[in-house]
């Protein structure tokens, strides 16, 4: 997964979800402007926060979809002819 795909996802999400309702797309504009003039050491703090979540979700997707790949690439592979056959399906359904 490439950064540059979930951000295309994610800004993809928020377009969709604006057309289908704008009135509530309005609301939230008018709501994180309120927030960027009234308190904007608060906005930033939860702004660079989901900047953080964000990164860290991102670590995390890109470290589980690299293992289920390598974990396929040995299931292809298939498991070497001196393990019995009881392990090797029980690896192959897993």
């Known amino acids: 997964m490439n950064l540059t795909n979930v951000m295309n996802d994610m800004t993809g999400a928020i377009a969709s979800s604006a057309r289908s309702s704008p009135l509530i797309g309005v609301v939230v504009l008018i709501f994180l402007a309120f927030l ?3 308190k904007p050491v608060f906005f930033l703090a939860m702004f660079f926060l989901g900047l953080l979540l964000a990164g860290v979700l ?12 390598k ?8 498991a070497p002819p001196s393990m019995s056959s009881d392990l090797k399906d ?5």
């Open 36 to 38: 960027i003039y009234r």
């Open 58 to 69: 991102y670590i995390i997707m890109n470290a589980s979809t690299s293992g289920v790949a």
């Open 71 to 78: 974990k396929e690439r040995l299931i292809q592979k298939g």
């Open 90 to 94: 029980y690896l192959l359904k897993r």
